[in-house]
């Protein structure tokens, strides 16, 4: 009863992207997949899902060879995957049973027959009980968070027959509470002899719910071993073909003047009162769980919504920031959390990308040397992060997720700003990649620019920030120097403890 793959290799244009990958697994287990931004990973698994149809190699199940040629047929053996982009797979304006019953409907009209709504709501109904997942049927996909879009796509993906589940960075948006929920899920799955596919840039989560782990490098194999048997930093050097160094960088200047001060800003929802002030020089933490209000202060802060009550001033003057191009003209930069959505042109080419946001064009200040000057910043920009792309002039959208992630961290580093509001800047990033957006974080502190760095993940807060403020349903409950504190204690804090 198992699944093996071997010797499978796709070329796109200017990139091979498996080089005779192998990969096996079986039911009843779940299988980590590894491996670096762009190592092909995702490529590999969409290989099996029928996404990609010009592959050669083999694919067996249960010792019998298969064809895969287009999602049905993965469908038709039992194989079912939730992309990474979770977006692109659902309709936003259909229900959450809609969604879910997604391709039962599809079926359906196939025949002419009348949709049943009825059985579909019910069957919907059923389907998230059974995931113990708490949301009404009714919802709008639109109304949902990005954890909850996750859900009905998991949901839809065990609707049918599944033997084998892929599920690609599925954890990435997910808050702890969430994630738990997730891995009650697999290991439900796992009872029921599904076998279970399991990518992630979060090592240690894999070390929790798999069995077994495989490392890709370069589109390759590099190895397979029982989780038991092997350990975090060995499967890091074989998947970056050297050991991690040291991830957070020393610095050696100090924070001057205070550039940043928001005192008591609330924007009526979310964030209900926050005090925190940014020096020159100086990287601040916010450390906060998911939900906890991160994303709704940086986009008040960069002006993408407006604030109810509060001041915020710079230099000590008052300022009003009413959309994110008075940010821009105040000299303020933003990469946010949702990147594909909010932070790339996934359209538009990897240069066009890291010179879009540059204050520059925003003045409007074109000319030939300028854009010339920028395609080189540009490509210093793609060897200081390692953006894996055959071109600059490649097209976002055929990059893999992390190098679509560090496009847009790129292309506000390029700019030159004098605060830099990072999103959870590492979200879907390879630990390799990591260190880099570390080092380019820091660089920018030492350059004696104010940076606010909020982020869930919160040994990162603690190892890049100089002072970390907690916040806690929109709230800040506490401030701390970075260097008396520890995870531990972040952790209790972000989660309500006093
Ligand atoms: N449709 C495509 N067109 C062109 N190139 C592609 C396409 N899909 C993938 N690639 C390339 O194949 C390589 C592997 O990409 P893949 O998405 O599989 O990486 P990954 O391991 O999933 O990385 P990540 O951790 O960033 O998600 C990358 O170099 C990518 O640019
Ligand atoms: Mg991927």
């Known amino acids: 009863m198992t699944l093996t793959m071997t010797d499978i290799t796709i070329e796109f244009p200017g990139v091979k992207a498996l080089d005779r990958a192998c990969f096996n697994t079986r039911p009843g287990i779940a299988h980590a997949l590894i491996g670096a931004n762009g190592a092909g990973k995702s490529t590999l698994m969409k290989v099996l899902s029928g996404a990609y149809t010009h592959y050669t190699g083999r694919i067996t199940i249960n010792g019998n060879e298969v064809t895969i040629r287009s999602p049905k047929d993965a469908r038709n053996l039992g194989i079912q995957i939730v992309y990474q982009e979770v977006d692109t797979a659902l309709i936003p304006y259909l229900t959450v049973a809609e969604n879910i019953m997604l391709n039962e409907f599809v079926a359906n009209t196939d025949k002419k027959t009348l949709v049943d709504w009825k059985t579909i709501h019910t ?3 059923d389907i998230l009980r059974d995931l113990n997942v708490q949301l009404s049927s009714r919802t709008l996909v639109s109304d949902l968070t990005l954890a909850e879009k996750q859900m009905v796509l998991i949901a839809r993906a065990v609707s049918t027959d599944c033997s084998y589940l892929i599920l690609d960075e599925p954890t990435a948006p997910l808050s702890f509470s969430e994630t738990e929920q997730l891995f009650r899920v697999v290991n439900d799955l796992k009872k029921k002899q599904v076998g279970v596919v399991f990518i992630s840039h979060r090592l240690p989560e894999l070390f929790d719910i798999c069995e077994q782990i495989t490392v890709m490098r370069n589109g390759e194999f590099v190895i397979q071993e029982a989780i038991p048997d092997t350990s975090i930093a060995r499967v890091v050097e074989q998947m970056l073909g050297e050991p991690l160094e040291e991830q957070f960088p020393s610095r050696t200047s100090t924070p001057k003047d205070v550039r940043l001060q928001v005192e008591h800003l609330a924007d009526g929802d979310k964030v209900k009162d926050v005090t925190l002030n940014v020096r020159a020089g100086e990287i601040i933490g916010i450390a906060g769980l998911v939900g906890a209000g ?28 009413k959309t994110p191009s008075d940010a821009v003209r105040r000299r303020i930069a933003f990469v946010p959390e949702e990147r594909r959505k909010e932070g790339v042109l996934v359209e538009e080419s990897v240069v066009t990308n890291l010179t879009a946001a540059s204050v520059n064009n925003f003045l409007k200040v074109f000319s030939f040397l300028d854009f010339k000057k920028e395609r080189s910043k540009a490509g210093e920009m793609i060897n200081a992060l390692g953006i894996k792309t055959p071109t600059a002039d490649t097209l976002v959208q055929n990059l893999s997720g992390g190098n679509q992630q560090k496009v847009a961290i790129g292309k506000w580093l390029v700019s030159d700003a004098d605060i830099y509001i990072f999103d959870e800047p590492t979200k879907g990033v390879d630990v390799g990649a990591k260190k880099d957006i570390f080092d380019l974080v820091s660089a920018l502190a030492e350059k004696g620019k104010s940076v606010i760095y909020a982020s869930c993940e919160l040994a990162e807060v603690k190892g890049i920030s100089d002072r970390i403020y907690v916040l806690y349903d929109g709230q800040i409950t506490k401030e701390l120097s970075a260097s008396s504190t520890n995870e531990e204690e972040l952790l209790y804090l972000s989660t309500g403890g006093k």
């Open 123 to 125: 069957k919907a109904k």
């Open 294 to 321: 991160k994303t709704e202060l940086c986009k008040l802060l960069f002006g993408a919504t407006s604030k109810k009550s509060g001041r915020v001033a710079i230099d000590g003057k008052e300022i009003t920031l």
